[in-house]
Nanobody, 127 residues
Framework: QVQLVESGGGLVQAGGSLRLSCAAS????????VGWFRQAPGKEREFVAA????????YSADSVKGRFTISRDNAKNMVHLQMNSLKPEDTAVYYC????????????????????WGKGTLVTVSS
């Protein structure tokens, strides 16, 4: 397993941008598929975006497509989520998660399939 720590959350006005980061420890991180999930108060955790181990393949939920971009830097053991044109409905705790199997399919990842989780970072978008 790898240890994951998210950062970059905060309060932003609607239409603004934030960049979340996920720092990983562990030598094998570059072989993991990584996903971002979010959980709003009173709601279930939902998939946001995923990136393959190489970074060549990404997939985003329809709700964020065209606004959020996931990327990774394996040399630095980092994954980022650039969030633009934020909306109040994007308010949630955002979690980084890693899948040790390293497989990637262009489809939403499920929380149950992830091996490691960070503790999350809160994003609040005001209207």
């Amino acid at each position: 397993q790898v240890q994951l720590v998210e950062s970059g959350g905060g309060l932003v006005q609607a239409g603004g941008s934030l960049r979340l980061s996920c720092a990983a420890s562990g030598r094998s991180f570059s072989t993991y598929t990584v996903g971002w999930f979010r959980q709003a108060p009173g709601k279930e955790r939902e998939f946001v975006a995923a990136i393959s181990w190489s970074g060549r393949n990404t997939y985003s939920a329809d709700s964020v497509k065209g606004r959020f971009t996931i990327s990774r830097d394996n040399a630095k053991n980092m994954v980022h989520l650039q969030m633009n044109s934020l909306k109040p409905e994007d308010t949630a705790v955002y979690y980084c998660a890693a899948d040790a199997r390293g497989t990637f399919t262009p489809a939403p990842m499920t929380p149950d399939g992830m091996d490691s989780w960070g503790k999350g970072t809160l994003v609040t978008v005001s209207s």
